[in-house]
C-alpha cells in the first residue's frame, strides 16, 4: 500500500522571493478551484495542507478517481526526493558523462555515491555545492546534475500533492506561468 505524492519544484525560486512566489502559486490554485484555501489535516508530514478544491479535475490527465488528500506548499531550502528507491545514476552538466551508482545486477559500485552525498548534505545546510565529474573531471553544480527518474530537485519551492491522479500538462503549464514563466520539474514518489 502506502500513499504516493507528486511534487512540482520551482526550480528558479530563490530563498528570497520563495514566500511571494508559493503565494502567487497557491493564489492560482485556489481561483482555479483546484484546491481550497482553508487549511485541514490532509496531507502526510504536516500539520495541515490545503484539501482539494471543487474543480480538482481541471488539474488531472484523468478524473475516474478523485484526491483523497491535499496540497502542502514548501518553502525553504529543501531537498525534494521521490521517497522509496535510490536513484540508478548521475549525468554531468558538462560532459554528459553518466556517473552509475549500481551495476546492471544492482550491486552497489563503491566510491561513486560518496561525493554526491556530501554534496547534497553541503547544498541543504549552505545552498551551494559542487561535485566533480568521474569522467571529465570538471566540478559542476549540483543543482544542474541530471538524476535518473528526475530522483532529486533542490529548491526554495514545492507544491506537494498527496494522493492525487497524475497531473496533466495543462495543469503544470499554468502553475509554471502562475509562478513567474519559471522552470519546473514534476516528481512523483510514494512513501
Known sequence: MGNYFQTVVDLDATHADAR???????????????VR???TDCVLGAPSGHPPGPSWAKAVGQEDWEPSDGLRVETGRTVFNCGQGEP??????????????????????EGVWEPFSE???AWSDTGSAAVACPHCRRPG?????????????FG?????????PDFSPGFLEGLSRALGGHRTVLMEGKL
Do not use: M, N, Q
Open 20 to 34: 511571494t512566489l508559493a503565494d502567487s502559486g497557491l493564489d492560482w490554485l485556489v481561483r482555479e478551484g483546484i
Open 88 to 109: 540508478r545514476f548521475v549525468v554531468c552538466p558538462h560532459c554528459a558523462g553518466r556517473a552509475d551508482f549500481y551495476t546492471d545486477r544492482l550491486e552497489e559500485i
Open 119 to 121: 554534496a547534497i548534505s
Open 141 to 153: 553544480d549540483l543543482t544542474a546534475w541530471t538524476w535518473s527518474d528526475d530522483y532529486f530537485a
Open 156 to 164: 526554495y519551492l514545492g507544491f506537494e500533492f498527496w494522493d492525487w
Open 37 to 39: 484555501a482553508e487549511l
